[in-house]
């Protein structure tokens, strides 16, 4: 399953930008949303190395809060 994550622009360069989320740093092409103005601090999602749609601060904060709790439920799983 693949799946979207919401990550924080730290910089960009043309149609890339390098991109932070939970202290991993990544790059991420931007070629999808050219059209929307992005700079360092906004909100991307980024799926399979592509930005999909630029998110707000809320957006990505709720979205990480459910992927945790994902990642958590499966933990439990795992170790029952």
Do not use: Q
């Amino acid at each position: 399953m693949c799946i979207g994550v919401p990550m924080e622009i730290v910089a960009v360069d043309g149609d890339r930008a390098r991109c932070s989320a939970k202290g991993v740093e990544r790059e991420a092409n931007l070629l999808l949303i050219r059209d929307e103005p992005l700079s360092p601090g906004d909100f991307i999602l980024v799926h399979l190395g592509y930005a999909t749609r630029k998110m707000t601060p809320e957006e990505a904060r709720s979205t990480w809060e459910l992927l945790d709790e994902i990642l958590a439920s499966e933990a439990t799983a795992a170790s029952a």
